[in-house]
């Protein structure tokens, strides 16, 4: 039990610093708009990256060479830059709650959602090489409860984060505060996009 404890609270430490995915998370709370989905999908994303972490980290730490990380890097870039843009044409427009569900937007929602998790090479490094390399002296037994203590921290994190911003929405009902909001993800989106030109170059 002790290494599932151990996977938890090594996850937690991980998880909570803030980032695109996790702002993304807040605001499709916000906007009560396929919550359920966009939390399952970063969950079981970070299982998956979890548990190839911990049994293939040898592989994959082999695998991924600098070449790779500047890739991800570029198309992180990119897409925070698309982001940015269509942040900015639509920061006036007023935010409706709980709209309709309809598939075409559902299908943007699983995009954004699959690309604010696989194209940050940081997902990858807390994942797969951090808590690989961690366990990677584990027993098999200790590296399964490991690998499940890690990844339900992910499942109650991300769910936490997604209906609590759902419950907090009511008080967020000013156009004037949505605004706002929409200012703050801006600057820091922007912000993300200097510290990744920062690891690019430094």
């Given at each position: 039990m002790s290494f599932l404890l151990l996977g938890f609270l090594t996850s937690l430490s991980l998880i909570l610093?803030?980032?695109?995915?996790?702002?993304?998370?807040?605001?499709?709370g916000l906007k009560k708009q396929f919550i359920f989905i966009v939390c399952l999908i970063c969950?079981?994303?970070d299982l998956l990256l979890i548990f190839i972490g911990i049994f293939l980290f040898h592989y994959f730490s082999n695998f991924f060479s600098p070449?790779?990380?500047?890739?991800l890097n570029i198309f992180l870039i990119l897409f925070l830059v698309y982001f940015i843009w269509v942040k900015i044409k639509t920061i006036n427009q007023e935010i409706k709650i709980d709209s309709k569900k309809n598939k075409k937007y559902l299908f943007q929602v699983v995009f954004k959602t699959l690309s604010f998790t696989y194209l940050n090479p940081h997902v990858y490094s807390d994942?797969?090489?951090f808590l690989g390399n961690f366990s990677k002296n584990f027993d098999?037994?200790?590296?399964l409860l490991f690998g499940i203590g890690a990844s339900l921290t992910s499942f109650i994190f991300f769910f936490f984060l997604g209906y609590l911003s759902k419950y907090l929405s009511k008080y967020l009902v000013s156009k004037k505060l949505w605004k706002i909001i929409n200012i703050l993800i801006i600057v820091f989106m922007f912000f993300l996009i200097f510290y990744v030109l920062i690891n690019i170059f430094k």
């Open positions: 610093a803030i980032g695109a995915q996790n702002i993304y998370v807040i605001e499709q969950a079981i994303s070449l790779l990380e500047l890739i994942t797969v090489f098999i037994k200790d590296k």
